[in-house]
């Protein structure tokens, strides 16, 4: 065997050309202590505050305290395999997490790891989970509408592209149900949706997620879970996490609607931590900082300027009360926090008002600006008009004996409340909506039994898209009820009155 002198030289002179010297300086600490999903690090001087940092086993972790000998450290994953003396290194990197459209339609943790059992999230993007908020230099105005397609809410306390609108209420009383009628009523939109699960039950996760991919949402939605088994450092991430995700469509000039359901579930796992990092407690042994931990995160849901490509972020918060006790520590901060809330009361739920909603407490600080103009004119002074019909209802209790007028106005009153009764997964268009709302604040219900009102708005709606589309096309594409509109509407309600009046005789003879 010949040795090729000059090929061997040519090949030696090529890598030393092509030698490029990589030493990798990283500083390296040692473990102290670990425990219940946190490790206090020696070493680590030059660390900061929120840099990831990279465990012996591969497991990671953020700097959360910054001490004078030592480091806080939550570790993001399973904190068991981790012992005391293991190596622990800096990354000089800030937690990021996978962004883009490959994120859409799956559901993953909120390191963006899979969970779904489709393989891994294909994107290269990536976004920093603790971001600045857009300055008020670079917002408008929400002015937008976002239809959530339940009618209590686009009528009542409507919510624009860019709002932060609280849903609040004890358990058990539909807060989620209303987000998911929101996300199904995204379809065929340019929105995209993300849903945060905090501390949920997996077997309810799982049938959210079921429904999602039922009704065809999953193609648009995010599933982030952090659930009631994750440790408490992914729980209090998880709402960041989610926010870096669908930041990523806002600034892209899209539309991106997010739900942390719920914040409560959020606030303990971040006290948890403080506690167990010795921080020091206020009330309730939250910390101090924990109104800063939910405005930095809802500020960040915003409607940007054209300027900056005229994108949004609607947020969706949901906190659970204990007994309706709407002044609590961490409700009082979100209601001072958001554009609004929507209270949930048990005792409507239980008496069959679906969704459970409390006009009186229930507002949006956006109004009628985020309402389509055809809405703005049907259900304007619809708010007032229940809120005072719930006082007159809880006076009749009194057995007090009532004028015409009065009793007219309680008849009324019944009957639109029943008109805002709406059944799970339900979401209705809001031309369909404008539509049913005239009739009940024009009185064209009056005169039927309350027990007949869904029956009317079911067949009704019909007829108006079997005979009558050209008014439903007309207010879709002007978004507004003119005088001729109006007109070819009252002829149409007047028609299908007299077919309803036959067929209620009819079958009150077959009775």
Same mark, same amino acid.
């Given at each position: 065997?010949r040795?090729?002198?000059?090929?061997i030289?040519?090949?030696?002179?090529?890598?030393?050309?092509q030698y490029?010297?990589?030493?990798d300086?990283?500083e390296v600490?040692?473990? %102290?202590e670990?425990g219940?999903?946190?490790?206090?690090?020696?070493?680590?001087s030059?660390?900061?505050s929120?840099?990831?940092?990279?465990?012996?086993?591969?497991?990671?972790?953020?700097?959360?305290?910054?001490?004078?000998?030592s %480091? +806080?450290?939550?570790?993001?994953?399973?904190?068991? =395999?981790i012992?005391?003396?293991?190596?622990?290194?800096?990354? !000089?990197?800030?937690?990021?997490?996978?962004?883009?459209?490959?994120?859409?339609?799956r559901v993953?943790?909120?390191?963006?790891?899979?969970l779904d059992?489709?393989?891994?999230?294909r994107t290269?993007?990536?976004?920093l989970?603790?971001s600045p908020?857009p300055g008020? #230099?670079?917002?408008?105005?929400?002015?937008?509408?976002?239809? &959530?397609?339940?009618k209590?809410?686009?009528?009542?306390?409507?919510?624009?592209?860019?709002?932060r609108?609280?849903?609040?209420?004890?358990?058990k &009383?539909?807060k &989620?149900?209303?987000?998911?009628?929101t996300?199904?009523?995204?379809?065929?939109?340019?929105?995209?949706?993300?849903?945060v #699960?905090? !501390?949920?039950?997996e077997?309810?996760v799982?049938?959210?997620?079921?429904?999602l991919?039922r009704?065809?949402?999953m193609?648009?939605?995010t599933?982030i879970?952090?659930?009631?088994s994750?440790p408490?450092p992914?729980q209090?991430?998880?709402?960041?996490a989610?926010?870096a995700m669908?930041e990523?469509?806002?600034?892209?000039?899209g539309?991106?609607?997010?739900i942390?359901?719920d914040l409560?579930?959020?606030?303990q #796992?971040?006290?948890?931590?403080?506690?167990?990092?010795?921080r020091?407690?206020?009330?309730?042994?939250?910390p +101090?900082d924990?109104f800063?931990?939910?405005?930095?995160?809802?500020?960040r849901?915003a409607?940007l300027?054209?300027? %900056?490509? +005229?994108? /949004?972020?609607?947020?969706l918060?949901?906190?659970e009360?204990?007994? +309706?006790?709407?002044?609590?520590?961490?409700p009082?901060?979100?209601?001072s926090?958001?554009?609004?809330?929507i209270?949930?009361?048990?005792?409507l739920?239980?008496a069959?008002?679906?969704p459970?909603?409390?006009?009186g407490i229930?507002?949006?600080r956006v109004?009628?600006?985020?309402?389509?103009?055809?809405?703005k004119?049907?259900?304007?002074g %619809?708010?007032?008009d229940?809120? #005072?019909?719930?006082?007159l209802?809880?006076?009749?209790q009194?057995?007090t004996e009532l004028?015409?007028v009065?009793q007219?106005r309680?008849?009324r009153?019944?009957?639109?409340t029943?008109?805002?009764k709406q059944?799970?997964?339900?979401p209705?268009h809001? &031309?369909?909506?404008?539509?049913?709302l005239y009739?009940?604040?024009?009185?064209?219900?009056?005169?039927?039994?309350?027990s007949?009102v869904?029956r009317w708005?079911?067949?009704f709606l019909?007829?108006?898209?079997?005979?009558?589309? /050209?008014i439903?096309q007309r207010?879709t =594409?002007?978004?507004?009820?003119?005088?001729e509109t109006?007109?070819?509407?009252?002829?149409?309600?007047?028609?299908f009155?007299?077919q309803f009046q036959?067929?209620? /005789?009819? /079958?009150?003879i077959?009775?």
């Amino acid at each position: 065997m010949r040795f090729r002198v000059d090929e061997i030289a040519s090949v030696i002179q090529q890598e030393i050309e092509q030698y490029e010297s990589r030493i990798d300086v990283r500083e390296v600490g040692r473990v %102290l202590e670990v425990g219940d999903g946190i490790a206090r690090v020696y070493g680590l001087s030059g660390v900061m505050s929120g840099e990831m940092v990279e465990f012996e086993n591969g497991a990671s972790g953020v700097a959360f305290n910054l001490e004078e000998n030592s %480091l +806080g450290v939550i570790i993001l994953g399973d904190w068991l =395999e981790i012992q005391e003396g293991d190596e622990v290194r800096s990354t !000089g990197q800030l937690l990021s997490v996978p962004v883009g459209e490959a994120v859409l339609g799956r559901v993953i943790d909120p390191l963006g790891n899979p969970l779904d059992g489709l393989g891994p999230v294909r994107t290269t993007a990536r976004r920093l989970v603790e971001s600045p908020a857009p300055g008020v #230099a670079e917002r408008q105005p929400v002015k937008e509408p976002l239809q &959530t397609g339940i009618k209590a809410i686009d009528s009542m306390t409507p919510i624009g592209r860019g709002q932060r609108e609280l849903i609040i209420g004890d358990r058990k &009383t539909g807060k &989620t149900s209303i987000c998911i009628d929101t996300i199904i009523n995204q379809k065929g939109t340019d929105v995209k949706c993300f849903y945060v #699960a905090i !501390g949920q039950k997996e077997s309810n996760v799982a049938y959210l997620i079921d429904v999602l991919r039922r009704f065809g949402a999953m193609e648009y939605t995010t599933v982030i879970v952090a659930g009631a088994s994750d440790p408490a450092p992914l729980q209090y991430i998880a709402p960041y996490a989610g926010c870096a995700m669908a930041e990523y469509f806002m600034y892209k000039g899209g539309h991106a609607l997010v739900i942390y359901d719920d914040l409560l579930r959020q606030a303990q #796992a971040y006290r948890q931590l403080s506690l167990l990092m010795r921080r020091p407690p206020g009330r309730e042994a939250y910390p +101090g900082d924990i109104f800063y931990c939910h405005s930095r995160l809802l500020e960040r849901a915003a409607k940007l300027s054209d300027e %900056l490509g +005229g994108g /949004s972020l609607t947020a969706l918060p949901i906190v659970e009360t204990l007994e +309706g006790e709407v002044a609590a520590y961490i409700p009082t901060n979100l209601i001072s926090i958001t554009d609004g809330q929507i209270y949930l009361q048990p005792d409507l739920f239980f008496a069959g008002q679906r969704p459970a909603m409390n006009v009186g407490i229930s507002v949006s600080r956006v109004g009628g600006k985020a309402q389509i103009p055809a809405m703005k004119k049907v259900a304007g002074g %619809l708010r007032l008009d229940l809120a #005072a019909f719930r006082e007159l209802e809880a006076f009749t209790q009194l057995r007090t004996e009532l004028d015409a007028v009065t009793q007219a106005r309680l008849e009324r009153g019944y009957r639109m409340t029943e008109l805002l009764k709406q059944g799970l997964f339900q979401p209705m268009h809001v &031309t369909d909506q404008v539509l049913v709302l005239y009739a009940g604040t024009h009185g064209w219900l009056d005169k039927y039994p309350v027990s007949e009102v869904s029956r009317w708005e079911k067949e009704f709606l019909e007829f108006i898209r079997q005979s009558k589309d /050209s008014i439903w096309q007309r207010i879709t =594409e002007t978004q507004d009820l003119d005088d001729e509109t109006e007109k070819q509407l009252i002829e149409a309600f007047r028609e299908f009155d007299q077919q309803f009046q036959e067929k209620l /005789s009819a /079958s009150a003879i077959r009775v």
